[in-house]
């Protein structure tokens, strides 16, 4: 007891109490060194941006034909408007969701184009077309056949 009624401030807190400036030293030498990185991470991806520019076309330019579109001649509507497309994606989603399947798995968009440009009157026709062989023609024959005579 007599020791500590000589001594003003006990050594513990005056320990203390400097390794709290030291440690707020130490903190603030660190946040100085610091610097806000500035990083466009989206700078990679700049390779894959697709720029839309739609160019105004002259009066007398005339549509050519391209494997986007299935347009030939003014006029003319892409096959994707068409009435029969529309019935034959139509009959796919109906027949795909009966079946629970997906509906490219009865036929992808690319044979329906197919099979709108070659229009067959019967089973053996339809079989000429792209991704339709006999299964298919027997299941889903009779009905698209159906479908193809309105047009």
């Not at 007891?1 to 005056?14: A, D, I, Q, S, T």
């Not at 027997?138 to 009905?143: A, C, R, S, T």
């Given at each position: 007891?007599?020791?500590?009624?000589?001594?003003?401030?006990?050594?513990?807190?005056?320990e203390s109490s400097d390794s709290e400036e030291r440690m707020l030293a130490w903190a603030q030498s660190y946040l100085d060194l610091h610097k806000e990185a500035q990083k466009d991470y989206t700078e990679k991806y700049d390779q894959y941006k697709v720029n839309i520019v739609t160019p105004q076309k002259p009066e007398e330019e005339v549509p050519t034909q391209t494997a986007e579109t299935s347009t030939v001649a003014v006029g003319e509507v892409p096959v994707e408007e068409t009435d029969i497309f529309k019935e034959l994606k139509a009959y796919r989603l109906y027949k795909s969701r009966e079946e629970k399947i997906?509906?490219?798995?009865?036929?992808?968009?690319?044979?329906?184009?197919?099979?709108?440009?070659?229009m067959p009157r019967n089973k053996e026709e339809l079989q000429t077309v792209a991704g339709f062989g006999e299964v298919k023609t027997?299941?889903?024959?009779?009905?698209i056949l159906k479908i193809i005579e309105k047009y």
């Open positions: 007891m007599g020791l500590f009624n000589r001594m003003k401030e006990p050594v513990f807190l005056k997906k509906p490219y798995f009865i036929y992808n968009d690319n044979q329906l184009k197919d099979l709108i440009s070659k027997n299941k889903y024959g009779d009905d």
